[in-house]
């Protein structure tokens, strides 16, 4: 117990303010023999029944192919991994499930059909509904009996889901309710057994969900869209016409709705970030594989520098935040266990602890999908004009992925939150936020220090992230008091304090990790490790320091200005390496590889 406690002493948020120990993370590495078996019995599932497909997936007419697939996949318990045993699925721990989403995430438009049905589908009901509700729906959902549809977002209610117009009427006899309303991008709702449905009562501020089967009648949709990607995932338009659904199947309590909805989005912002980094691997591995076999000059691409610099900054971006993903995913492990001992029920210790991490989860959904982005445009790059071809995996991979930075709220909404929750925890006292900054502020005018570390291992490295949090801290604070209560409106100044604190959890959650497996195996042993996580130091450095100039020539003035300026400098420094041939080592070992090896 008091390795957890000493886990747990953290709160969501609080790395920007607090130092984090290497022993006190989780890293991949140490997941156990029995996760590499789960995570290997997801691998053979794409391989075996999707990848050799994916072209069938996609142009299916109809959605009986994709519910036949989620039926294979609830026998072989992929759809029950996070529900607990006495309801029929696996209780694995959180950051288990998280490995799940991560190699599922390389299938395309079947890991959104199964995502939606393990996450927003079936959560809801685990952790708000009452014990009948979950005896009856949980069991047929973890195996894949039933599927489940998630419908929130309304042609004129898509970020402000508060603001929805879908209406629940009690019936004379107080027995039902009438739900009449439009829902739109309806994941699996041609197929869905189970629709979570959230609408309002009477004049109510707040929604309400219920839990509506499709046997209730007066349902009906749209054709599928027509999308850009995830063309085999079905999504529609629902439209809930007189729709009767009896009393007992309100989830929660009236008008609590919007708080299940925002808590089960923690849940699938985190689990799009991870599941970003198997989509990530996924097309390293044939961009590897492309890059040994194409010849040009009378040599494989993969021999020229240029290819190399792409392959390198793909494996490091991608390493980067699978570190930060399973050192999040490992935290809010640590305080449901401590939530459990305390007392809490299941359901509530998990619900608090990822309310409490939701500042990491907004993180890694805009880093994990900016990764994505960004690996899967460069895949394209590497094949050349084969990579605006269909015929090549490049180009699927490519549309596959741009849904990602919209899903589970937008990434601009995810900046937004990341800043303004952290300071509504320090205006409620949770966290110190402001009296740091007014510390750094200080420091600015002081003789600044040169001292580089007291010789202990990565004493330099751990400085210049300490330094990256004082920008950050520096800028938040000083927009604080200059905006107050209207900084909200300053989004522009927001996101780029977002951007800075996004950096330094990555560049942070990097380090950590090195050092852990430095203590683990030897620094020889983790040398290439070591060069990616420099390389995304430097880039982290370079990202603040362009992020920080913007936000300060947004508000700042006259001395202010050029105070703030000379304080970003001195926080933004890191000593030169030669980033070329870091990349160039950790490229030729994928390529030696022939697939990514990290």
Same mark, same amino acid.
């Given at each position: 117990m008091a390795t957890i406690a000493q886990k747990t002493s953290i709160k969501g948020g609080e790395f920007l303010i607090k130092e984090t120990e290497a022993h006190e993370v989780f890293i991949p590495e140490e997941f156990t023999e029995e996760q590499q078996m789960i995570a290997d019995?997801?691998?053979?599932?794409?391989?075996?029944?999707?990848?050799?497909?994916?072209?069938?997936?996609?142009?299916?007419?109809?959605?009986?192919?994709?519910?036949?697939?989620?039926?294979?996949?609830?026998?072989? +318990?992929?759809?029950?991994?996070?529900?607990?045993?006495?309801?029929?699925?696996?209780?694995?721990?959180?950051?288990?499930?998280?490995?799940?989403?991560?190699?599922?995430?390389?299938?395309?438009?079947?890991?959104?059909?199964?995502?939606?049905?393990?996450?927003? +589908?079936?959560?809801?009901?685990?952790?708000?509904?009452?014990? %009948? !509700?979950?005896?009856?729906? /949980?069991?047929?959902?973890?195996?894949?009996?039933?599927?489940?549809?998630?419908?929130?977002?309304?042609?004129?209610?898509?970020?402000?889901?508060?603001?929805?117009?879908?209406?629940?009427?009690?019936? @004379?006899?107080?027995? !039902?309710?009438?739900?009449?309303?439009?829902?739109?991008?309806?994941? =699996?709702?041609?197929?869905?057994?189970?629709?979570?449905?959230?609408?309002?009562?009477?004049?109510?501020?707040?929604?309400?969900?219920?839990?509506?089967?499709?046997?209730? +009648?007066?349902?009906?949709? =749209?054709?599928?869209?027509?999308? /850009?990607?995830?063309?085999?995932?079905?999504?529609?338009?629902?439209f809930f016409n007189d729709c009767t659904v009896p009393t007992d199947r309100m989830l929660s309590s009236r008008q609590n709705g919007f708080k299940i909805a925002v808590n089960v989005l923690n849940i699938g912002r985190i689990k799009l970030g991870i599941a970003a980094v198997g989509g990530s691997k996924g097309v390293m591995g044939y961009a590897v594989n492309y890059a040994n076999e194409r010849k040009q000059f009378g040599l494989p691409i993969g021999r020229f520098g240029a290819i190399k610099y792409k392959l390198g900054e793909m494996a490091t971006k991608i390493w980067v935040c699978e570190t930060a993903c399973y050192r999040a995913g490992q935290n809010i492990d640590d305080l449901i266990i401590t939530n459990?001992?305390?007392?809490?029920? #299941?359901?509530?210790?998990? /619900? =608090?602890? /990822?309310?409490?991490?939701?500042?990491?989860?907004?993180?890694?959904?805009?880093?994990?999908?900016?990764?994505?982005?960004?690996?899967? #445009?460069?895949?394209?790059?590497?094949y050349g004009g084969m990579g605006y071809s269909a015929d090549a995996p490049a180009e699927r991979s490519y549309r596959d992925a741009r849904i990602n930075r919209i899903f589970e709220g937008t990434n601009e909404i995810n900046r937004l939150l990341t800043v303004d929750m952290l300071l509504k925890?320090?205006?409620?006292?949770?966290?110190?936020?402001?009296?740091?900054?007014?510390?750094?502020?200080? %420091?600015?005018?002081?003789?600044?220090?040169?001292?580089?570390?007291? +010789?202990?291992?990565?004493?330099?490295?751990?400085?210049?992230?300490?330094?990256?949090?004082?920008?950050?801290?520096?800028?938040?604070?000083?927009?604080? !008091?200059?905006?107050?209560?209207?900084?909200?409106?300053?989004?522009?100044?927001?996101?780029?304090?977002?951007?800075?604190?996004? @950096?330094?959890?990555?560049? %942070?959650?990097?380090?950590?990790?090195?050092?852990?497996?430095?203590g683990i195996k030897g620094m020889e042993a983790v040398a290439l490790e070591n060069d990616m996580m420099m390389l995304n130091l430097h880039h982290a450095v370079g990202l603040c320091n362009s992020a920080g100039r913007d936000a300060i020539q947004s508000f700042a003035e006259g001395d202010e200005l050029r105070v703030m300026l000379m304080g970003l400098k001195r926080f933004t420094k890191i000593e030169p390496m030669n980033v070329k041939n870091a990349r160039r080592r950790v490229a030729d070992a994928l390529l030696e590889e022939g697939s990514y090896c990290f």
């Open positions: 019995t997801c691998r053979d599932f794409l391989k075996t029944e999707i990848h050799p497909i994916l072209d069938q997936i996609d142009q299916a007419k109809s959605p009986e192919l994709m519910s036949s697939l989620m039926d294979k996949a609830g026998e072989l +318990g992929l759809l029950g991994t996070a529900v607990p045993e006495e309801y029929e699925g696996f209780g694995m721990d959180f950051n288990t499930s998280m490995l799940v989403a991560e190699v599922l995430g390389a299938g395309h438009s079947f890991s959104v059909a199964q995502s939606a049905h393990t996450g927003i +589908g079936t959560l809801p009901i685990l952790y708000y509904g009452n014990e %009948e !509700q979950k005896k009856k729906y /949980l069991p047929n959902l973890a195996t894949g009996v039933w599927k489940a549809a998630y419908c929130l977002t309304e042609p004129d209610s898509g970020s402000d889901a508060n603001s929805a117009k879908t209406k629940a009427e009690l019936t @004379e006899d107080g027995k !039902q309710y009438k739900i009449n309303g439009q829902k739109m991008w309806i994941t =699996n709702g041609g197929f869905a057994d189970v629709f979570i449905v959230f609408a309002k009562l009477e004049d109510d501020k707040n929604l309400t969900a219920f839990i509506v089967e499709k046997t209730d +009648g007066g349902i009906t949709m =749209n054709e599928p869209e027509k999308k /850009l990607g995830i063309k085999g995932s079905d999504t529609r338009q629902v459990v001992a305390a007392g809490m029920s #299941d359901a509530e210790a998990k /619900l =608090n602890a /990822l309310e409490q991490f939701a500042i990491e989860c907004a993180i890694l959904k805009v880093h994990g999908s900016e990764v994505l982005d960004y690996v899967v #445009d460069e895949g394209v790059q590497i925890r320090a205006m409620k006292g949770e966290m110190d936020l402001l009296g740091h900054a007014q510390e750094v502020a200080k %420091e600015i005018l002081a003789v600044p220090s040169f001292n580089s570390g007291n +010789g202990e291992a990565f004493a330099a490295e751990k400085q210049v992230i300490k330094n990256m949090k004082k920008a950050a801290l520096m800028i938040a604070g000083a927009a604080v !008091q200059k905006f107050m209560m209207k900084l909200s409106h300053e989004q522009e100044i927001m996101m780029n304090v977002a951007d800075m604190i996004i @950096e330094i959890y990555a560049a %942070e959650s990097a380090l950590l990790r090195v050092e852990k497996l430095v």
